[in-house]
T-cell receptor, first 114, second 110 residues
Framework: DTGVSQNPRHKITKRGQNVTFRCDPISEHNRLYWYRQTLGQGPEFLTYFQNEAQLEKSRLLSDRFSAERPKGSFSTLEIQRTEQGDSAMYLC????????????FGQGTRLTVV | SQQGEEDPQALSIQEGENATMNCSYKTSINNLQWYRQNSGRGLVHLILIRSNEREKHSGRLRVTLDTSKKSSSLLITASRAADTASYFCATVNAGNMLTFGGGTRLMVKP
């Protein structure tokens, strides 16, 4: 499968624990996006990388969230001291460089904080 | 925050009818894209329309873009039960940020 891969697919964690998600983009895609989606809502932008550089980060993102993309390939999203409000689907997408390119999404990681 | 707003939020039609969804946005864009999402799954890209284009077709899909009104529409003709899904518009700005609206939930009844 050469699509965007996200792991794990599901994560249940206790409040206060840290969690880390991984995204493997399509090779040659230098752009990588993270989104959060709750039930019945559209994907909410979290952060965006071009190669290894984090170009944008949502102002809604608290300091408990951090994302990295070492070497410009896979990316990780870490949530520290999880809260029940963090329960959501976390989506990753990647795209080629250029002004008018489509984004390809992974299947997402569903996080449940209990 | 979300850039686009879709209208209606939910739409229910009979198989064979056409479905029209609208999207409005706030700031200047490079392009506008439409995505589809089946329940609990990832998003699938449907069509991209550039800021200098006014209309685009792909199979049963027709997308229009009016940059003066900052709005777009997605028309699905001859709908099928398999078209049941959520549809989202997404805008891309000069910094290549992709920002989504709240979506339209379409139900096509057989």
């Amino acid at each position: 499968d050469t699509g965007v891969s996200q792991n794990p697919r599901h994560k249940i964690t206790k409040r206060g624990q840290n969690v880390t998600f991984r995204c493997d983009p399509i090779s040659e895609h230098n752009r990588l996006y993270w989104y959060r989606q709750t039930l019945g809502q559209g994907p909410e932008f979290l952060t965006y990388f071009q190669n290894e550089a984090q170009l944008e980060k949502s102002r809604l993102l608290s300091d408990r969230f951090s994302a990295e993309r070492p070497k410009g390939s896979f990316s990780t999203l870490e949530i520290q001291r999880t809260e029940q409000g963090d329960s959501a689907m976390y989506l990753c997408a990647s795209s080629l460089p250029g002004r008018n390119t489509e984004a390809f999404f992974g299947q997402g990681t569903r996080l449940t904080v209990v | 925050s979300q850039q686009g707003e879709e209208d209606p939020q939910a739409l229910s039609i009979q198989e064979g009818e056409n479905a029209t969804m609208n999207c409005s946005y706030k700031t200047s864009i490079n392009n506008l894209q439409w995505y589809r999402q089946n329940s609990g799954r990832g998003l699938v890209h449907l069509i991209l329309i550039r800021s200098n284009e006014r209309e685009k077709h792909s199979g049963r899909l027709r997308v229009t873009l009016d940059t003066s009104k900052k709005s777009s529409s997605l028309l699905i003709t001859a709908s099928r039960a398999a078209d049941t899904a959520s549809y989202f518009c997404a805008t891309v700005n000069a910094g290549n940020m992709l920002t989504f609206g709240g979506g339209t939930r379409l139900m096509v009844k057989p």
